[in-house]
């Protein structure tokens, strides 16, 4: 198993959405999913026929059992055959299905209505969220014209700073046309939130600051080096800065899955908001989206071997999306690629992980469909192994070395603790105590006690950027199909690492 499967999100490319409403199906959780999805990345994106809206703006809501729309009644159908009855497990001991959809917010929730309603309270904490998230799905295929996904803004005037504040100062001085509803809001938060991540995280004007407190003293050194490539020198403009070839900026991007198959459009934001900057930008990981080509296409190879000229050694597709970006997809566990990648400056590379779990328990060899393995709920007594440990041990002991920046997101407080804890060997959040919303169900084994010091990545690294909110996190729930009282969202928190620099001094005693 890769770092990668241990994503806790994972998508499914979108079957039946409109050309720009980029809605992969997410399930929580790797171990629910058995082996990489094909993507739809860089698929030449064919012209819709004229839309004919199906659903009606006030007519969203549908159980999803009865949607009009097929991967909603799938989704509906899977709900049904994967997870179980909350009341029935936590008062009766017994694992039936839920086959009773909850009439507020058409989510399979129960075994019956009567167990609906004995746990109509407790699920009243998650039904406004799930009602939420249905709506959201089916205006996104609902077939209306999707306005907000259209005339995004291209390039920003080198005159016109950009407010990296939250999503809102953003599309203002972006120029995004009017999003006029939180529903949009939160369709282009859930598109865009892994490009202007990477985008706050990495501009100057971006909203993590010594000032405030987000970027520590050794993370002025890392920021510093990269903002001497990103923007202009202080003072600088347009017409005075020289012009000469800039070096390529690399963004690696470690178990890449939904992230790799966005339209690269999506992605060329960030050649827009920095106008100056050449990037590539590397996926890497087993879930990597790579195009789907036909069996007869002369492009399609079978053999991946390593050669110095074109080969990765491992399935691998290069976009040239525009002259100043470029996106690589290697599928293929990242230790396995990185000295291809070499040799690396922290002046120009720079590495993101989107949600990779660190602190989350390591899951030996997913089960392809837990459906059918009933007796492996709630059988964890010991303290896991979690995944900093296993499989994202040996990427982050190699990436330290590189002295090169490392961003990690979170999905959520809860989450993005445990990651921080895994690596400091602290102790992981006490999630058991302030439960009246938990963010998992107590069968779901999560470390109790300090992760043990991993070797060669305990006490290797600096904090450079510290552990906290990220203001263009997804605004979207994702539903865990397992279990629909669990949600998340990507990419709520942020973080930042790098490898311990050890200063040689000498002369001193
Ligand atoms: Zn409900």
Sequence with gaps: MSSISTRLISSVGPSRVSRHSYSPRRSLFGLFKARPN???????????????????????????AQSPFADLRERAERIRTVSICPVSIEKYNERVRPLFDCPD??????????????????????????????????????????????????EQPFDQAISFANWDTLFFTRNFPAIDSDRS?????????????????????GPFTTRNGRVTREGRRSMAALHSILHLPPGGNESTAPYTPQPVVRIIIMGARAESTLPPIHWQQLTWMFPRSLFHIYFVGPEAGLPMLAANDPRRKTNYEFSERDGWGCPAH??????????????????????????????????????????????????????????????????????????????LSKILQTKCPIFFTAFSPLDLQRDVSA????????????????????YVGLPTAPVEHIEG?????????????????????????????????????????????????????
């Design 318 to 395: 290069t976009l040239h999306v525009s002259n100043r970006l470029s996106i690589t997809s290697l599928r293929a566990h990242y230790e396995e690629v990185h000295s291809q990648l070499g040799p690396f400056d922290p002046y120009t590379d720079v590495f993101f992980s989107f949600s990779p779990g660190l602190g989350f328990p390591h899951q030996p060899g997913r089960k392809t469909a837990v459906s059918t393995e009933e007796d492996h709920w709630g059988e964890v007594t010991t303290q896991p192994l979690v995944q900093a440990q296993t499989t994202w041990r040996l990427t």
């Design 105 to 154: 917010c058409g989510w399979p929730t129960h075994r019956s209505e009567e167990r609906w309603r004995e746990g109509k309270e407790e699920h009243q904490q998650v039904c406004g969220r799930l009602r939420e998230t249905n709506e959201d799905d089916h205006d996104l295929r609902s077939g209306r014209r999707m306005v907000e996904f259209e005339n995004m803004p291209r």
């Design 423 to 442: 690596l400091y060997g602290t102790n992981p959040p006490s999630f058991r105590h302030n439960s009246k919303e938990r963010e998992f169900p107590d």
């Design 457 to 509: 990545v305990t006490d290797e690294f600096e904090l450079i950027i510290t552990p906290g909110k990220n203001e263009f996190g997804s605004l979207k729930w994702d539903i865990a199909e397992w279990d629909v009282r669990v949600a998340v969202k990507a990419n709520w928190g942020l973080w930042g690492i790098r490898g311990k620099k050890y200063e040689v001094v000498e002369g001193e005693d």
């Design 38 to 64: 094909k993507s739809l990345a860089f698929q030449p994106q064919p012209e819709p026929p004229a839309p004919v809206p199906t659903l009606s703006p006030d007519d969203l809501f549908h159980p999803l």
């Design 185 to 205: 809001v939160r369709h282009i938060s859930k598109v865009l939130t892994y490009p202007m991540t990477v985008a706050a995280a990495l501009h100057q004007n």
